[in-house]
């Protein structure tokens, strides 16, 4: 059974710094894309960054273009997301997932995310 963990949320002052990592147990990420989510209060899931797998071509929402900076490490099958500069508009749950699913395992779940505050 595929579980995907992110990890690395917490609380952090304006202008500060978190970096989250995503891990899959039962599924490799290596060959697919890997995109970064958040959903805030009271709004719909937001995709914020995207990483694919064969060429790393990266691509980032506009509101958190040149701030944050998604990366992978097939090794540890782990996904990154760096994140600079933070703004309390960036408080959410923040998720991972493989957009489309994988052919063998369908969708995957949503694993339980990991919070991001952004607050002084």
């Known amino acids: 059974q595929v579980q995907l963990v992110e990890s690395g949320g917490g609380l952090v002052q304006p202008g500060g710094s978190l970096r989250l990592s995503c891990t899959a147990s039962?599924?490799?990420?290596?060959?697919?894309?890997v995109n970064w989510y958040r959903q805030a209060p009271g709004k719909e899931r937001e995709v914020v960054a995207q990483?694919?797998?064969?060429?790393?071509?990266?691509t980032y929402a506009e509101s958190v273009k040149g701030r944050f900076t998604i990366s992978r490490d097939n090794a540890r099958n782990t996904v990154y997301l760096q994140m600079n500069s933070l703004k309390p508009e960036d408080t959410a749950v923040y998720y991972c997932?493989?957009?489309?699913?994988?052919?063998?395992?369908?969708?995957?779940?949503w694993g339980q995310g990991t919070q991001v505050t952004v607050s002084s």
């Open positions: 997932n493989v957009p489309g699913g994988a052919p063998a395992q369908g969708y995957l779940d």
């Open positions: 039962g599924f490799t990420f290596g060959s697919y894309a």
């Open positions: 990483i694919i797998s064969l060429d790393g071509t990266r």
